[in-house]
């Protein structure tokens, strides 16, 4: 069974950073694209970037292009978050989530996901 | 970007009665290179990530039950639960995957 395991969460002062972390097992990691979705408490889910299998595309949203930025480890199994500038509409729930392929634009598992406050 | 629009945004259903829940794209997501349309529908229950339920507007994952049905096509899609059960109460969200931005459907809340 497909296992994706979020770390990294935790509160931070705006214009701060952190990097989340999503470790995956349980699957041939390199062949599938990778995302981050996140979902603000009590909103619903929103899409935040995309690594495809090797690593050579990304996609971001618009609110988080030029502050964000994923990356992935095909010999580590992880893919990565790195978030800086970070702003209190930032906070929420990031679950990671595997695409159906290697650019896939679905998710067809999750991670239970790690919270990130932004808060003074 | 595409602009997915989904209602109600909440609905309570007797148990064993249907209910149906609509999406709606700004653009058409039916591929004309193969005829598929890029819509998926998930499922999350309280303090839980969401599930896929299907994909391809119509294809439901396995294991998922039969009681969901995904129709549709181009920018009109609805999701049915044919029979609701205690265990579907849930939010339930659609997505278009056929361009980036990747986007959602605000969101269903089904109640008994």
């Known amino acids: 069974q497909v296992q994706l395991v979020e770390s990294g969460g935790g509160v931070v002062q705006p214009g701060g950073s952190l990097r989340l972390s999503c470790a995956a097992s349980?699957?041939?990691?390199?062949?599938?694209?990778m995302h981050w979705v996140r979902q603000a408490p009590g909103k619903g889910l929103e899409w935040v970037t995309i690594?495809?299998?090797?690593?050579?595309?990304?996609y971001y949203t618009d609110s988080v292009r030029g502050r964000f930025t994923i990356s992935r480890d095909n010999s580590e199994n992880t893919v990565f978050l790195q978030m800086n500038r970070l702003r209190a509409e930032d906070t929420a729930v990031y679950y990671c989530?595997?695409?159906?392929?290697?650019?896939?634009?679905?998710?067809?598992?999750w991670g239970q996901g790690t919270l990130v406050t932004v808060s003074s | 970007d595409i602009v997915m629009t989904q209602f109600p945004e909440s609905l309570a259903v007797s148990l064993g009665e249907r209910a149906t829940i609509n999406c709606k794209s700004s653009?058409?997501?039916?591929?004309?290179?193969?005829?598929?349309?890029?819509l998926t529908w998930y499922q999350q229950k309280p303090g839980q990530p969401p599930k896929l339920l299907i994909s391809?507007?119509?294809t439901r994952e396995s294991g998922v039950p039969d009681r969901f049905i995904g129709s549709g096509s181009g920018t009109d899609f609805t999701l049915t639960i044919s029979s609701l059960q205690a265990e579907d109460v849930a939010a339930y969200y659609c997505?278009?995957?056929?361009?980036?931005?990747?986007?959602f459907g605000q969101g269903t809340k089904v109640e008994i």
């Open positions: 989530a595997r695409g159906p392929a290697p650019m896939g634009y679905y998710f067809e598992y």
């Open positions: 349980k699957f041939t990691f390199s062949n599938y694209a």
């Open positions: 690594i495809s299998s090797d690593g050579s595309k990304k």
């Open positions: 653009q058409n997501i039916l591929s004309s290179s193969n005829n598929k349309n890029y």
């Open positions: 391809w507007a119509s």
């Open positions: 997505q278009q995957c056929y361009t980036a931005p990747l986007t």
